[in-house]
């Protein structure tokens, strides 16, 4: 899984910095958004419904903060 | 900010925020200025002074009951919609604190009914929403509830609620409406024991709400009793913002059928081409809905900086996302329904809102998502 470090970015950072990054990983591959901005929680899954991606859940880093997890589908 | 700053293109400001406030209703002004010279007593006084200014009062009082299909001893004029709120819900919630201790609300109320529900320290249980943010009747659960609160239409996003549908499911739990965001321009819902509304949303002044309750309904007062002649009053009325208020929802309820179809199609007119811009989504009911409001939200854009430059460009909009509010949270009613919460733009039209505002608003916006995309 790629990880994209966004903590402390507020929105919409972390779902821009999302939307640089999806093209690093072969399709079927994840992507994890480890955010500690509000938003992010709603943010991610709602790009994903936008733009054709799929939301693979909400994990847990090591210091806490929480990992949002997408799938690149296309 | 300069004087001329955006006027540049058609010469005067737009505002597109009237579900946050109506400038006031000509038909309010005249009313205004004479009850301010004639309505200044007490109107619980027996002085003539005091007489006078209680006629005005009752006049206001059978105006605004007739205009909203209500019994004039049914309502209490308030500080504010958000103090009719507070008092709607709460003193229905003590007036039933024999038979529960919890209150229902929707996941989507205004922050003023899940502020007040909160306060009490009272369990609190939420009814989920769908995607356009209407609640699921088949998530109701009743367990030890006092109230139950479900808002006539949404603040943020404009769906309407399923309230008759829901109040015929309650089984003598007291409902209760915020009609804030609809009052005025539709007709009240049935099946509630109290509802709220709010002056300033018709175009009445700031400063007058209304709290309705329903003859035998059991509500208690929540915060401490006043001294005034009726129950549920609370303090020395603004008797000449309420009979402005009275003016106000007299000549909109008159005008609303037609009004309400050219808002609504200004909106249908929004909805349309603001869907089909790239990577944006608007959100709520597109057809059962209020007729004056729309939201939408869009990709890669903070929220803030879209409403200043959009303000700069002489359109004045609100917006519901996190970078915009204090709290720094995303909007509850967003996140409830699962949209986007950032970029997020609520446009409301209002009386003087034209087909040529709505057209120049179209025509800016375009340029002022790609600018705010370019700058990432």
Known sequence: ????????????????????????????????????????????????????????????????????????VR | MSATEGLAEHGRRVYLDTASGEALHPAARQSFAAAL????????????????????????????????????????FTSSGTDAVHRGLLGLHRGAERHGDTIVHTAVE???VLQAASWTR??????????????????????????????????????????????????????????????????????WSALAASAHKWGGPPGVGILAVRHGARWREPFPEDDRAAERESGF???????????????????????????????????????GLPEVEVVGSPDDRLPHLVTFSCLYVDGEALVTELDRQGFEVASGSACTSSALEPSHVLAAMGALTHGNVRVSVGRDTTDGDVERFLAVLPGVLGDLRARL
């Open chain 2, 110 to 112: 205004h922050s003023a």
């Open chain 1, 1 to 72: 899984m790629l990880e994209l470090d966004c903590r402390g970015l507020v929105c919409p950072a972390p779902v821009i910095e999302l939307a640089r990054r999806i093209g690093d990983v072969a399709a079927g591959e994840l992507v994890g958004v480890v955010a500690t901005d509000a938003a992010a929680r709603y943010d991610v899954p709602a790009w994903c419904r936008m733009t054709g991606q799929e939301y693979a859940g909400e994990e847990t880093a090591d210091d806490g903060v929480p990992r949002y997890v997408v799938r690149r």
């Open chain 2, 237 to 275: 009325e603004n008797v000449p913002a309420i009979l402005a208020a009275a003016a106000a929802l007299r000549a909109v309820v008159d005008e609303r059928d037609a009004e309400c179809v050219r808002q609504h199609a200004l909106v249908d007119r929004l909805r349309t081409v603001v869907g």
């Open chain 2, 37 to 76: 010279e004639t309505a200044y007593a007490d109107p619980r006084r027996l002085h003539h002074a005091g007489r006078a200014a209680r006629l005005v009062l009752d006049n206001a009082r059978a105006a605004t009951a007739d205009a909203l299909g209500l019994r004039p001893d049914e309502v209490t």
């Open chain 2, 122 to 191: 009272s369990p609190t249980r939420s009814i989920p929403v769908d995607a356009e943010a209407r609640i699921d009747l088949d998530a109701l659960d009743l367990e030890d509830a006092t109230v139950v609160a479900c808002q006539s239409a949404n603040h943020e996003v404009g769906t309407l609620q399923p309230v008759a549908e829901l109040a015929a499911r309650l089984d003598g739990v007291p409902l209760f409406v915020d009609a804030c965001a609809s009052a005025g321009r539709l007709p009240l819902p049935d099946g």
